[in-house]
């Protein structure tokens, strides 16, 4: 089976880690049962691969959380789990063009007119409280309708009748631009819903390529070979060829419906859209494919794949400028979207503050930066925050940045996503003396360790 699909990443994953792949035999609903599971499973910090194989009332596998995990992703990348994102920041910058395949496997069939019916997808609905029933791992595929070049990236679509699903762009990134150019000429946005995709599809549709660069180049460099594209059946466009399912139309221009609530990446139920439609006018799959479903809410999911990438991000816009940085991460706390955490050994004075704009420039989520010295773990949270405590200065050491351009999700920011920044320098002053930090003699660590195992653990 091919590299590049899902069903061979999730057979390769399973032998590799036997317990992460795990199969539900037993019937489920799409009303709750996916993310209940997701949920259970969390509570024990667990974060297995799910393959509903009976879904009440439907036909097709549910396979749910593919990208929830580190150990996932940097399966999928070939790394060791602590090489990460600087594997990925490397390879997002070695872009490689991808290749057209003919006859790509959804194409085998393709649903149109009175066949087409959404509904008889097995789309769950996540919490109670969500609007209906929604697509949660539907990679959308467009290209500029002023310079062709493509971009990709997952977005919230409610299912709403036999062909239409609302659908919130809300992230007001590159294709949320696309469909504004393209309605400022009066035109609808063609585009493709693509499900059932490689975790690195998935990660390289969240990057932040330059505006000329397609997000499927991308991919390409981090697979170290092109991704293979095939035809839509009824619009002028590529998707992954490897993909399950595809479901092809377009978003409306000068249309705008109620959308949500839906559980959102925040932990909050969001009553904030864009309102967009998409109509849909085939619905293309393989023989029997897997439907994929992402968590709502914070599930891993939903959110780990995002820290990945802006950790990634900050790393490369760093490195262009800050010769020692050793730590970068973006936490679960944060939602993986609004808190990072860097750590750097100084070598020039104002080096901390300097680090506070680079990296809330990196995303317009980012709205807290921390940055601690070298001697501070970021991945241990109490760690940041002792430095917090002990190094920083409130008079001296924030630098608060007021009405700028944030997440309009974010329950704090205002209705139309604006919202106050915040860095914190909790590094030593540099080259001041300072309090000493309690260390141990590594050697009498050792002991100690030596005799704890003789202690029985
Ligand atoms: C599981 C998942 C769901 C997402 N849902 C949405 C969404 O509903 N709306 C949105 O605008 N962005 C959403 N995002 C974020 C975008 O997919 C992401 O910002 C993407 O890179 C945007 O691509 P673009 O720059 O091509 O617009 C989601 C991300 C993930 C991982």
Redesign the pocket.
Known sequence: MNRQHLRSFVEAYGQAFPGEVVRVAEPVSTDFDVMALVLEYERRRRFPVLLFEQVRGHDLPIVCNVVASRRALAFALGVDESRLALEYARRIKETVKPVVVTDPPFRTRVLTGPALDLARLPIPTYFPGDAGRYL?AGMLVARDPETGVE??????FQLKGRDRLGV????R????EYQRRAEAKGHALPCAIVLGLHPLVSMG??AYPPPDVG?FDVVGGLFGEPLEVGPCATIDLHVPAAAEIVIEGEVLAGTREPEGPFGEFTGYFSRRSTQHVFVAKAVAMRERPWFQS?GSGRAGD?IT??GLVREAEIWNALNRVIPNVTGVHVPLSGTSSFTAYVALRQSRPGEAKHVIPIVLGVDHYLKLVVVVDDDIDVFDESDVLWAVATRMQADRDLVVIGGSLGAMLDPSADERGVTAKLGIDATRPFDEPFADKLVMDPARMAWARALVERLGG
């Open positions: 949660t971009t990709e990236g997952y977005h919230r919130s762009l809300h992230s990134r590159r294709m949320f549709s969240l997000k992402i939903h794949t995002l």
